[in-house]
């Protein structure tokens, strides 16, 4: 009688199997572990100070990052697709005043939202413009954009901010009303959310920005137009800053040259701890949406707990350093 007996794998081959399994799950399980994260922070937090889990201070973290998290939306669509916007806080900035200046001009604030935003989409087309037709990189391209937006805020308004109070109520209802307790701000950031990342999972455009986000080379053999791809990633990553900042306009009711400044650096890092891989290809919108989350309950944490502001931003700065570092390992891992 003939046994067959199954050579064990050489050491070193298991514990690389074991390892890159585990890294497979870890990646796979992104977004339950940013979620079991945020639960430990909220019970954590509960002991720490009896005002973290009132309705005041979970509403109020709900309207910091509802806003911001429309441009992280944005961000995490081009982080996909390979590039990169340093520009979005100027941009949030640009459409603030240039909605500001067309309202105050004596236009109803509706059309002065849409001039917000065409301003917004102008610049997405301008670095789109430089990114696929004359070859630079999102990054060079973007800080230039970044570079001009904010001096021309400066220029439009002689650096004093815009006074916004008579605004209508309608207009202001977008970022100050409630609908049954709810902020008006939250629906809509949540509306969003849930369209694009449908839309990222199922709509054929967006399975392309993956694909060229994945390998831009073999998506052009596939017959990918990927320029076109890139181009329309950049242009809408702008309009998601320009929405914010029409928003922004209505909650704040004012226009101020300085608004956003370092905002990309916060959205950025949120997509990146939300998953959305540096070097394209990979991201979800809940994972970024997830990111967002943590770092403004973060936040809210550190400032309970009497913490220095400039504390806050190192805390912040070893995050995002953290979930790079782990992107890079991942990335590392899947070379192999």
Not at 88 to 102: E, H, P
Not at 274 to 291: H, N, Q
Not at 320 to 327: I, K, P, Q, R, W
Request: hydrophobic share 55%; charged share 10%.
């Amino acid at each position: 009688m003939q046994t067959t007996t199954t050579s064990p794998l050489p050491p070193a081959a298991s514990d690389r199997t074991t390892a890159s399994g585990l890294l497979h799950k870890m990646f796979h399980q992104r977004e339950a572990g940013l979620v079991a994260i945020i639960l430990v922070l909220f019970i954590a937090m509960s002991f720490a100070s009896p005002y973290f889990l009132t309705w005041p201070n979970i509403k109020a973290m709900l309207m910091s990052f509802a806003v911001e998290g429309i441009v992280v939306v944005g961000m995490t669509v081009l982080l996909i697709v390979g590039g990169l916007d340093l520009s979005v806080g100027a941009v949030v900035c640009l459409s603030m005043v240039v909605g500001g200046q067309v309202f105050l001009a004596g236009f109803d604030p509706w059309t002065a939202s849409l001039a917000g935003l065409a301003a917004s989409g102008l610049v997405g087309v301008g670095i789109g413009f430089c990114v696929t037709r004359i070859g630079l990189s999102h990054f060079i391209a973007s800080l230039a954009a970044m570079v001009i937006v904010r001096g021309l805020c400066m220029v439009v308004t002689g650096g004093t901010p815009l006074s916004l109070f008579s605004l209508p109520p309608e207009f202001k209802f977008i970022g100050q009303g409630d609908i049954f307790g709810l902020p008006v701000v939250i629906l809509i950031f949540a509306g969003i959310v849930i369209l694009f990342d449908v839309l990222l999972r199922r709509a054929t455009f967006f399975r392309k920005i993956v694909y060229t986000g994945s390998n831009e080379k073999a998506a052009a053999y596939a017959g990918i137009r990927t320029d076109r791809v890139k181009f329309i990633a950049t242009v809408f990553t702008s309009l998601m800053a320009g929405l914010a900042g029409v928003i922004y306009m209505a909650r704040l009711s004012s226009a101020t040259p300085s608004f956003g400044v370092g905002m990309e650096l916060n959205v950025i890092a949120a997509a990146v701890i939300g998953g959305a891989s540096l070097k394209g290809g990979t991201g979800s919108i809940i994972g970024a949406v997830l990111g967002i989350a943590l770092l403004s309950i973060v936040t809210s944490s550190l400032i309970l707990l009497n913490v220095s502001a400039y504390w806050q931003e190192m805390t912040k700065g070893i995050i995002l350093l953290a979930a790079v570092s782990f992107d890079h390992i991942l990335n590392h891992y899947r070379a192999r």
